[in-house]
Nanobody, 112 residues
Framework: QVRLVESGGGSVRPGGSLTLSCAASGFTFGDYGMRWYRQRPGKEREWVAVISAGGRTTTYADSVKGRFTIFRQNAKNTLFLQMNSLKPEDTAVYYC?????WGQGTQVTVSS
């Protein structure tokens, strides 16, 4: 049974940083590309970043490029999203994703 469990969300002031984690189980983590998505209040879920199975290739949405970093530790079956220079518009529930599998999400709130 595939399981994705996000953690690391919280409240932070604009300009602050957070690192999200996604603990994966139930599949061979290192065989799959992984993605982060987010859903902002009143908006549809949107793609944020993707990383290849081996971790060498990453791609970002324009809205987060240069501020967010996706990375992974395959030995620990864990996906990460380092978020720097956070803005109020980054406030959202963040989800990790593999194919059609989703975690429960973790809330990030950016507010002064």
């Amino acid at each position: 049974q595939v399981r994705l469990v996000e953690s690391g969300g919280g409240s932070v002031r604009p300009g602050g940083s957070l690192t999200l984690s996604c603990a994966a189980s139930g599949f061979t983590f290192g065989d799959y590309g992984m993605r982060w998505y987010r859903q902002r209040p009143g908006k549809e879920r949107e793609w944020v970043a993707v990383i290849s199975a081996g971790g060498r290739t990453t791609t970002y949405a324009d809205s987060v490029k240069g501020r967010f970093t996706i990375f992974r530790q395959n030995a620990k079956n864990t996906l990460f999203l380092q978020m720097n220079s956070l803005k109020p518009e980054d406030t959202a529930v963040y989800y990790c994703n593999r194919l059609t599998d989703w975690g429960q999400g973790t809330q990030v709130t950016v507010s002064s």
